[in-house]
Every structure is written in structure tokens, then in C-alpha cells.
């Protein structure tokens, strides 16, 4: 199973001395941007997107749990986002979202909450690169696992078999070896933050996941 290390819950202050070895062996970096008014927090912005582009090559899986998300999308591409992601349930025409990140030449994705059903998004899934599925409330780390996400990627993926679609599979919130094995007979990456950024050795929590 490929990884997105989400760096929320990282030492900003020594982000790179602290996870240079994840970041060698991440597949994916997982930015989650919060605005404060789809979620109750504030994260961060494009500044710094740009600034962890400089210590990282590895494609950027960028979050957006923002209200508008069509109106910072240019901001996020050109602090070098290779997938952008926007929530379903924010303000925002879907299809017309996913066809402006698609203008800028990035990867588009939607994203569901956990209150949000597959059967919600099936008209969206021949159009988007990558559907993320939260598996906790978006807008904290360290939140525990919810398991009837299982049967959401489960969904996911046999319908992607089915219809022949090409987006990934991503979900977020809780993941750790534990939780992994459950969800990685479905997925195509899954995002990791606490268990991964609080660790002693963040490289080898990768490892795990990666072999589970």
C-alpha cells in the first residue's frame, strides 16, 4: 500500500531534520489546508506548501477543507500541488471545481465526510483522478478510525473495477497498523500522520505501512 505522510500533526519547527527520512520514502506528502469555517481550525497556506516543496520532490496530495475551495485552487498549483482535493459538501459547483483544477494541469480529487455516502458522488467518479475518503471528522489529527469507512473504499473500488474508472483511491484519518490491513485490500494509498510524525522513527512506521 502506497503512503501520503501528512505532516499536521509535524514539529514545523524542524520539519525537515525530524522527517527527512519519511520524506525520502513517502509516496505521496498529504497537505491538509483548513480554512476555519468548514472546519473549526486553521492550518496552513500556500506559503508554506512552496516552502515544503523545496526539501521534497514527492508529489504533493493537497487537502482542501475550505469552504470555497475554487477560489485558492491557483494559490495551491502554483505552490506546486500535484492532486488537489476539495470536499463535495463545501460551497463550490463540483463540476465545475474539478474542471478548474483540471485547467491548471494537476490532478483532480473530491473528498467525502463521514456522514457522506458513496451513493452521494457516483456522478462525479468518471471525472475526478482521485476520491479521498475521510474515515474521521476533517479538521483534527489524532482522531480515532471509523470502520464503516471499510465498506466506502470497499464500494469504491468495485466500482472502479466495474466502470473501468481511473481515479485513486485515498483515505484519511486513523490509519496505523492496526487499521491498515483492513482498508489496504482497497485503497490505492492511504494518508498517515500521528502514527507516522509522532513516532521515534518515523522512516520504519512507514515501512510497516507500506507492507501491510
Not at 127 to 137: A, G, K, N, R, T
Request: proline share 5%; charged share 25%.
Amino acid at each position: 500500500m502506497k503512503v501520503s505522510l501528512s505532516i499536521l500533526t509535524a514539529d514545523f519547527a524542524n520539519m525537515e531534520s525530524s522527517l527527512h527520512d519519511a520524506l525520502e520514502i513517502t509516496d505521496y506528502v498529504h497537505m491538509d489546508i483548513m480554512d476555519g469555517e468548514f472546519v473549526p481550525n486553521i492550518s496552513i497556506g500556500p506559503a508554506f506548501v512552496k516552502a515544503i516543496r523545496k526539501i521534497t520532490d514527492k508529489p504533493f496530495d493537497t487537502h482542501l477543507m475550505i469552504m470555497h475551495p475554487q477560489n485558492y485552487i491557483k494559490q495551491f498549483v502554483d505552490a506546486g500541488s500535484q492532486y488537489i482535493t476539495f470536499h463535495v459538501e463545501a460551497d463550490c459547483d463540483i463540476k465545475k471545481t474539478i474542471d478548474l483544477i483540471k485547467s491548471y494541469g494537476v490532478k483532480a480529487g473530491i473528498s467525502i465526510k463521514p456522514k457522506t455516502k458513496v451513493e452521494d458522488i457516483l456522478e462525479y467518479l468518471p471525472l475526478v483522478d482521485m476520491v479521498l475518503v475521510m474515515s474521521v471528522e476533517p479538521g483534527f489529527g489524532g482522531q480515532s478510525f471509523m470502520m464503516d469507512s471499510i465498506d466506502k473504499v470497499k464500494a469504491l473500488k468495485e466500482l472502479k473495477e466495474k466502470n473501468n474508472y481511473s481515479y485513486l483511491i485515498n483515505i484519511d484519518g486513523g490509519i496505523k497498523d492496526s487499521t491498515a490491513p483492513l482498508i489496504s485490500p482497497y485503497v490505492d494509498l492511504a494518508v498517515s500522520g500521528s502514527y507516522v510524525c509522532n513516532a521515534e522513527n518515523p522512516k520504519e512506521r512507514i515501512d510497516i505501512l507500506h507492507n501491510l
